[in-house]
């Protein structure tokens, strides 16, 4: 099975520490986010977990830790945008994450590392004009580091909507041009563009929508086939395998503007103060007459090597 951290919250970044706790203990305890009173316990031993997923626009805290990972198989996805302390208040500089991206690349592999772009959005300051050309300058320094680049561009949940109020939709003639100029660039430097959710419109333009974090993208990384059990997808235009995941929402401190797992600012804060690394939960821990569930795991991998 596949354990995934950064759907709900940037555990790398904020969490490093209670992660590698929980590595140590060999299991975790998540409540489900639309019934809290459901809780599960999902084993950390390698024997059933395949491949750890990280999605963090942060990885320096847990860059010590990786020697104590190589029992895992791993597969990072980064987030690297042009946006400012303006949009994304708590992220590091770009330079710096982008030096870290490559320390997690010659550490692991290129094929166990992505870049995301995303979300995309357009406004006076990150105009379609500069994406582009901040965009080439980021290839420019990843290339070699990474083989893909995942681009996505906003979508407008009541949550972003209300926490980024001027925010538009980024209309069709600009997402072609994005396309088609991203994948230009990308294929001079040798970054595949991928699309997230966005479905097949930009495929004409050299962009693969065939998904991000695919069976594909796992077994690459991993170097063998894997025998994903069938599950319909939490939205109908993506194709990802999206696993198991650990975190939690209103836990992430990069509050960025087009969050869309973050509820408010005040969330994070109380969410955060309740945090305690050597809980198995990540935020809280067991009230009297709750009943933990065992989850059903088991490894996905068949035995064959992946020639991806």
């Given at each position: 099975m596949i354990i995934n951290t950064g759907m709900r919250t940037d555990i790398p970044a904020f969490y490093s520490q209670w992660f590698m706790n929980r590595i140590q203990a060999g299991y975790v305890l998540v409540r489900n986010p639309y019934r809290p009173d459901w809780i599960t316990r999902y084993e950390l031993s390698p024997d059933v977990v395949d491949c750890i997923a990280f999605c963090t626009k942060n990885p320096e805290p847990m860059l010590k830790h990786l020697d104590r990972l190589k029992n895992y198989h791993q597969y990072w996805f980064v987030t690297i945008t042009p946006y400012g302390r303006d949009i994304?208040?708590?992220?590091?500089?770009?330079?710096?994450?982008?030096?870290d991206f490559i320390t997690l690349s010659d550490k692991l592999g290129t094929n166990c590392v992505g870049w995301r772009y995303d979300p995309i959005f357009i406004d006076s300051t990150y105009t379609l004009q500069r994406h582009?050309?901040?965009?080439?300058?980021?290839?420019?320094?990843?290339?070699?580091?990474?083989?893909v680049c995942v681009i996505s561009f906003i979508d407008l949940y009541e949550k972003v909507k209300r926490n980024f109020p001027q925010v538009?939709?980024?209309?069709?003639?600009?997402?072609?041009?994005?396309?088609?100029?991203?994948?230009?660039?990308?294929?001079?430097?040798?970054?595949?563009?991928?699309?997230?959710?966005?479905?097949?419109?930009?495929?004409?333009y050299g962009v693969d929508c065939a998904g991000c974090m695919t069976q594909q993208t796992f077994e690459t990384a991993i170097g063998c086939n894997l025998t994903i059990p069938k599950k319909k997808p939490q939205r109908a235009e993506c194709a990802c395998v999206l696993g198991t995941d650990i975190g939690a929402y209103d836990t992430c401190g990069h509050l960025c503007r087009y969050c869309y797992a973050n509820y408010n600012h005040a969330n994070v804060r109380r969410n955060m103060k309740l945090h305690d690394p050597e809980s198995p939960f990540l935020v809280g821990d067991l009230q009297e007459g709750e009943i933990i569930h065992q989850a059903s795991q088991e490894s996905w991998e068949d035995g064959q090597l992946s020639f991806f």
């Open positions: 994304e208040p708590n992220v590091p500089p770009k330079e710096k994450v982008m030096q582009i050309s901040d965009f080439e300058q980021m290839c420019r320094t990843l290339s070699g580091h990474t083989n538009r939709t980024v209309t069709i003639q600009e997402r072609i041009t994005i396309g088609k100029t991203f994948a230009e660039i990308g294929k001079r430097y040798g970054i595949t563009i991928k699309a997230c959710a966005e479905g097949t419109d930009l495929a004409p």
